[in-house]
């Protein structure tokens, strides 16, 4: 079994043992068994999950489970997959899960509860296709249930928007955790009312104070703004905070900035670095190269999350305060959340992904390669030198053949996705000669100087400024 598959196993029985409220170090064997899938009955009913339904999953275990009135603490998890190059090697078993037909090699992770080697159980089997298959559960408990230690299961904790606000509001008012804790338990009758564990509770608050602004600082970025508006009544900022009115996203664009983008809308970059280190805020500009090949700056974002909906306000908040002129083509980074809200808020933008990044990562998917570092620079032959579709597609295929390379996800879905960021399918297109975002690199490089992790909002944008 290769590297890759091994990462995809740790991946996934994480994904269930979080799911089930399991920990994975309480794992008491690994082994491989050889299993006929075929002749096993159990298969005649298998539930087809996508990979990302683990929740779904979890769902039916503690469904059936409900059902009966019955509460899970004792569990024994089996994940499989399956290795198609080993068919040859088999022997068979009397009890098996596996996929759906032919024969294939399995790895199998037993979990048992370590104090009474409780049998009650979920089966689930990821195929080649990355779908869940859930072949078997089992309730076979040998111990008492016990309803009240529910809630310490990961997938029963949660912590609800009204403890969110009751802690936040602790804290503000200067409450040590533990106390704060201890508050909330009390309010609500209890610890075993909190729905969740001190621990969730302690992380909460922790993750909280990263998006609190120092006494006056939103305020005085506020102030800031105003100012910079009375001298320049074009300027555009946007300021976005969530239901208790903690800062999120903060969006701005000068009016000199709009009128360079009428000029250069053609192609432009969207780039992100971590700068504000007080709060853990994001930093994002977009910005473009005029004919002197000068890198110009066309607005400018701070950002609480990497998500879809974080990113989704930025884009369209930016695209708002040009006009509502879209961009013809776009750089930005190999993240799917990016690229999700590239096609939706710019739907006819031609989305490019920075080659720079993509190099950056091949030491990493390249680990335990024989000559990782040769193959490291031939990948980079093959692509910046590759000068039709033709030669790129022979340079690729003998690439992946020369250093086994066919398993390893990675490189699959960077071929899949090959449209995006290889030069002889872009070419097409105007991109004022960049390739990649180092520009960017550059221009956030300039602010290590001058941004420290005690920089308040305020001082972060008038060094920007």
């Known amino acids: 079994m290769n590297i890759n598959q091994d990462n995809r196993f740790d991946r996934v029985r994480d994904e269930l043992y979080r799911s089930l409220g399991m920990a994975s170090d309480d794992s008491l064997l690994n082994e491989y068994e050889w299993v006929d899938v075929d002749s096993h009955e159990s298969f005649n009913n298998v539930v087809h999950l996508d990979d990302d339904d683990d929740e779904e999953a979890d769902g039916e275990y503690h469904g059936e489970a409900n059902d009966d009135e019955e509460e899970v603490l004792g569990n024994e998890l089996e994940l499989c997959d399956v290795d198609r190059e080993m068919e040859n090697e088999f022997t068979e078993k009397d009890v098996v899960v596996g996929p759906i037909s032919g024969m294939a090699r399995i790895h199998k992770i037993k979990f048992t509860t370590k104090s009474n080697n409780c049998k009650d159980r979920l089966v689930a089997v990821l195929d080649d296709s990355d779908y869940w298959r859930i072949s078997k559960v089992v309730h076979d408990h040998n111990h008492d249930f016990l309803p009240s230690v529910l809630r310490l299961m990961a997938g029963h904790r949660s912590v609800c928007d009204s403890l ?90 000068h009016s000199h900035f709009k009128a360079v983008y009428e000029q250069i809308q053609d192609a432009i970059c969207f780039g992100t670095t971590y700068l504000v280190n007080r709060y853990n805020m994001l930093c994002a500009t977009f910005f473009g190269i005029n004919h002197h090949r000068q890198s110009i700056l066309l607005g400018c974002a701070l950002m609480s999350h990497e998500d879809i909906d974080s990113y989704k306000l930025v884009f369209r908040t930016w695209i708002d305060a040009m006009g509502k002129v879209h961009p013809d083509a776009v750089i930005a980074d190999q993240c799917q959340s990016i690229k999700v809200v590239i096609a939706e808020v710019m739907p006819n933008t031609i989305h490019r992904y920075c080659i720079w990044h993509i190099f950056s990562k091949l030491p990493l998917y390249l680990s335990g390669v024989r000559s990782s570092k040769i193959a490291h620079g031939e990948f980079k032959s093959m692509v910046l030198d590759s000068i039709t579709v033709e030669v790129f597609e022979r340079k690729w295929t003998e690439y992946i053949a020369r250093y086994n390379l066919h398993t390893r996800n990675w490189f699959n879905k960077l071929y899949s996705e090959k449209e995006k960021w290889d030069h002889v399918y872009l070419d097409v297109y105007f991109w004022a000669g960049m390739l990649s975002m180092q520009r960017s690199e550059g221009m956030h490089a300039f602010f290590d100087g001058y941004i420290t992790r005690q920089s308040t909002l305020r001082m972060f944008v008038y060094q920007y400024e």
């Not at 608050?205 to 990263?210: A, D, G, Y």
């Open 164 to 253: 969110k606000r009751d802690l936040v509001a602790h804290d503000r008012s200067g409450n040590r955790p533990s106390k704060n804790i201890r508050l909330a338990e009390v309010q609500r009758g209890g610890p075993q009312n909190l729905g969740c564990t001190p621990k969730d509770c302690r992380n909460y608050i922790l993750k909280s104070r990263n998006f609190e602004m120092q006494e006056g600082d939103a305020q005085s970025l506020l102030n800031f703004f105003r100012e910079i508006q009375i001298k320049d009544n074009e300027f555009f900022y946007s300021i976005d905070v969530d239901n208790i009115g903690r800062l999120r996203n903060v969006v701005w664009v």
